[in-house]
């Protein structure tokens, strides 16, 4: 183990598997159990936790350069490892708008874990992977610096999100998941077992995931692995948006199963689950695992290096019809 393995944190490991009552399932004769992903490390949980593992290991300590959006839990996650290991971190942001701008909760809570945050326009953002680009973001970074992509999602990233579906082989025929940037997607389906299939529901609009995935896919493992699914519905109007439709939902879910429930990635996928099953998507008998990969925000001054954040308190505060994922969705084998 080199110095920079994330199991010095003490991640719990593997995430529980929690069983859930809830008619809207149980009236159609299926179980619906959820990952507990998001109790991983209160700093670094859920599909972050997963995807950097490996990144962090092949950085072995060097400064650490990635990407996001101004709300991005990727660079939060980044950042906040830097504190607790001792890297520096580099978060460059998508909107040079943002930089004279007071920093919303998030990129706060990014700069108060030391990480230095560049402001770059949108067109530039936008061409990061274009290898002149990268070479002059890199100029302007500390020496030797270790590039992670945009959402952490790369051939190690899929590398480690496999474990998430060898620890849920023989436990669900189905497991859904939120997707951003397609990694954990990727992952998860090569991890499970034959008979299982990894179900996704986009955050973006755009149509663009099934091709990542596959391209994920094929950089991590040289080909397709696993069963997988899209469904595009529930987006809930596009990344960092939200609907009055899925707030009402995540409210309800929340007094049903008194869990505070994430609401740009983890509400959008329990919602896409729930009316999937409400208009018989799934066969009675069906086991459904929704992965839960992290809490709602809120942001706190960081803790001493090495502790836990407590866990963030309860906050308090009809998609379009089309055809199921099994008959519409992208897949592959």
């Given at each position: 183990m080199n110095a920079f393995d994330l199991s010095r944190l003490r991640p719990r490991l593997p995430s529980p598997l929690e069983p859930v009552e809830d008619e809207r399932f149980a009236r159609r004769g299926l179980t619906l159990l959820?990952?507990?992903?998001?109790?991983?490390?209160?700093?670094?949980?859920?599909?972050?936790?997963?995807?950097?593992?490996?990144?962090?290991?092949?950085?072995?300590?060097?400064?650490?350069?990635?990407?996001?959006?101004?709300?991005?839990?990727?660079?939060?996650?980044?950042?906040?490892a830097g504190r607790l290991l001792g890297f520096p971190t580099v978060g460059i942001v998508r909107g040079d708008e943002l930089a004279g701008r007071p920093l919303n909760p998030s990129l706060a809570r990014c700069a108060a874990d030391g990480m230095r945050l560049e402001f770059v326009d949108r067109a530039t953002y936008r061409a990061k992977n274009d290898p002149a680009v990268l070479a002059a973001l890199l100029e302007r970074a500390p020496a030797d610096a270790y590039v992670v992509p945009e959402g952490g999602s790369n051939s190690l990233a899929v590398r480690g999100c496999v474990e998430l579906g060898r620890e849920?082989?023989?436990?669900?025929?189905?497991?859904?998941?939120a997707c951003g940037t397609g990694g954990t997607l990727a992952g998860l389906a090569a991890g499970l077992s034959a008979g299982q299939r990894a179900l996704g529901f986009p955050v973006l609009k755009g149509g663009f995931l099934g091709g990542e995935v596959r391209a994920l896919q094929e950089a991590a493992f040289g080909g397709p692995r696993g069963e997988w699914a899209?469904?595009?519905?529930?987006?809930?109007?596009?990344?960092?948006?939200?609907?009055?439709?899925?707030?009402?939902?995540?409210?309800?879910?929340?007094?049903?199963?008194?869990?505070?429930?994430?609401?740009?990635?983890?509400?959008?996928?329990?919602?896409?689950?729930?009316?999937?099953?409400?208009?018989?998507?799934?066969p009675a008998g069906t086991r459904l695992a929704a992965v839960v990969t992290g809490a709602p925000d809120a942001p706190q001054p960081p803790p001493a290096a090495g502790s836990h954040s407590p866990r963030p308190p309860l906050p308090e505060a009809s998609p379009p019809s089309c055809p199921h994922p099994s008959q519409s969705s992208a897949s592959a084998r």
């Amino acid at each position: 183990m080199n110095a920079f393995d994330l199991s010095r944190l003490r991640p719990r490991l593997p995430s529980p598997l929690e069983p859930v009552e809830d008619e809207r399932f149980a009236r159609r004769g299926l179980t619906l159990l959820l990952k507990r992903e998001d109790l991983i490390h209160p700093e670094l949980p859920g599909n972050k936790w997963r995807k950097l593992a490996l990144n962090l290991g092949a950085a072995d300590g060097r400064p650490v350069l990635t990407f996001g959006g101004a709300y991005s839990n990727h660079l939060r996650a980044t950042a906040a490892a830097g504190r607790l290991l001792g890297f520096p971190t580099v978060g460059i942001v998508r909107g040079d708008e943002l930089a004279g701008r007071p920093l919303n909760p998030s990129l706060a809570r990014c700069a108060a874990d030391g990480m230095r945050l560049e402001f770059v326009d949108r067109a530039t953002y936008r061409a990061k992977n274009d290898p002149a680009v990268l070479a002059a973001l890199l100029e302007r970074a500390p020496a030797d610096a270790y590039v992670v992509p945009e959402g952490g999602s790369n051939s190690l990233a899929v590398r480690g999100c496999v474990e998430l579906g060898r620890e849920l082989a023989g436990a669900a025929d189905t497991v859904a998941v939120a997707c951003g940037t397609g990694g954990t997607l990727a992952g998860l389906a090569a991890g499970l077992s034959a008979g299982q299939r990894a179900l996704g529901f986009p955050v973006l609009k755009g149509g663009f995931l099934g091709g990542e995935v596959r391209a994920l896919q094929e950089a991590a493992f040289g080909g397709p692995r696993g069963e997988w699914a899209l469904d595009e519905r529930f987006h809930g109007g596009g990344y960092a948006r939200t609907s009055p439709v899925l707030e009402a939902f995540a409210r309800d879910f929340e007094a049903r199963h008194e869990l505070a429930i994430e609401r740009l990635y983890v509400a959008k996928m329990l919602h896409g689950l729930t009316v999937l099953a409400e208009e018989g998507a799934f066969p009675a008998g069906t086991r459904l695992a929704a992965v839960v990969t992290g809490a709602p925000d809120a942001p706190q001054p960081p803790p001493a290096a090495g502790s836990h954040s407590p866990r963030p308190p309860l906050p308090e505060a009809s998609p379009p019809s089309c055809p199921h994922p099994s008959q519409s969705s992208a897949s592959a084998r």
